[in-house]
């Protein structure tokens, strides 16, 4: 699965990830939620190995592609964190 392949190729650079597995939604299909966290110097990186490793690209339709929900390989959410702590 890509959320694997993403996975083993950001912890082959030394970048931890937690992976969250989930079902639900419309089609009750299951969906992945890797949660990563890079200094700022490795966002660009970080992107880069997902971008990679995150399965072949998307090929729409017109239609698909106005849709509101056009198919997707991946989405990226980058939350500036300024602190946090470990317990």
Known sequence: ???????AALNEQKISVTR????????RRGNVTLLIGVDE?????ALQIIDK??????QTTPEQAQSPYPPHRATVFLVNVDSFAHY
Not at 20 to 27: E, L, P, R, V
Not at 41 to 45: A, L, P, T
């Open 1 to 7: 699965d890509c959320a694997a392949d993403v996975t």
């Open 53 to 58: 490793n995150a399965g072949p690209s998307v």
């Open 41 to 45: 110097g490795d966002v660009e990186r």
């Open 20 to 27: 969250i597995s989930s079902t639900g939604g419309f089609w």
